[in-house]
């Protein structure tokens, strides 16, 4: 197959992607929906069996964290629709890396691709817990305020669900739906810090749990985390506000060199594909590319700003 028509393939493939996971994400939406609707008539569907393969796989060590992640990054798609999407993108990796590069250099970019989901899964997950964090100091408000009245905190959680927006709502709401359901206040606040996981969560769940095994004054404790939290909210927006130009020159590291290599298959058609093959071409591109990744690498993790 000529390499123009393998590129266009793995860039129609890749649309295609996008496109199944607009459609996983509808689907999601109404599945409940369509369940409750559609009366038992003692057949097995496909959905069925793809809900029971789903349930066997949570079971597992693996499928259990990688719900948990797909929870925490507010993303309603199946544990094995996620897998379904990371092995896509790997095939179309692969498709689009054949056209360019030598077959094993594009196995190993096929491989390599499949990280790009797990790296859109952690960016979400950590765009909602930012987002999270940042109204913690308005949640702690509410819960101090109706602690305050001589509600209950199953009360004031429940209260916090109807007074404040996504994603701190739809967690609250997560957590007051586990509590209406039987389970311990310690469970769902533990299960609601593995969905999103930071110090100023830990320290919250901790001044409930153990206000509810104590009891002390949880109205001081919740106005006084409230204040700390917002001068901790102001002080990581102006740190992140002057790392901005830092986090950007991570990126473009990343960019130049996919942008170089691009630009000498255009300049000079089927050099790439000589240089990734054994011999010095292939020593150089390593290094190079060892050299980009590093620089990119120790980039982020001086930029990153901890939460």
Known sequence: MPSGALALLGLSLSLALLGMLQLVRHRAAVAALVDRSVPDEGTVSTDDLLARLEARLRRTA????LAIRLAGSGERIRVLTYLGLTA???LAGFLLAQSILATWVAVAVGLASTRVASAWLERKR??????FVAQLPELAHILSNAASAGLSLRTGVELAANELEDPAGEEMRVV????RLGQSIEGA????????PSREVGVLVTTLVIQQRAGGDIVRALQDMATTLESRRDLIREVRTMMTGS????????VLGLVFVAGLNVFSPGVTEEITRPGPGLVAVAIA?????A????????TKVEI
């Open 247 to 254: 986090v950007f020159a991570g990126y473009v590291v990343a």
């Open 189 to 196: 606040l533990a299960d609601l810090e593995r969905r999103m």
């Open 176 to 179: 007051a739906e586990r509590l």
């Open 289 to 293: 590319a060892g050299l980009y990744a």
């Open 88 to 90: 896509g993108l790997g």
């Open 126 to 131: 950590e765009q909602r817990r930012v987002a």
């Open 295 to 302: 620089g990119f690498v120790l980039i982020r993790r001086i």
């Open 62 to 65: 693996y499928g259990r964290n």
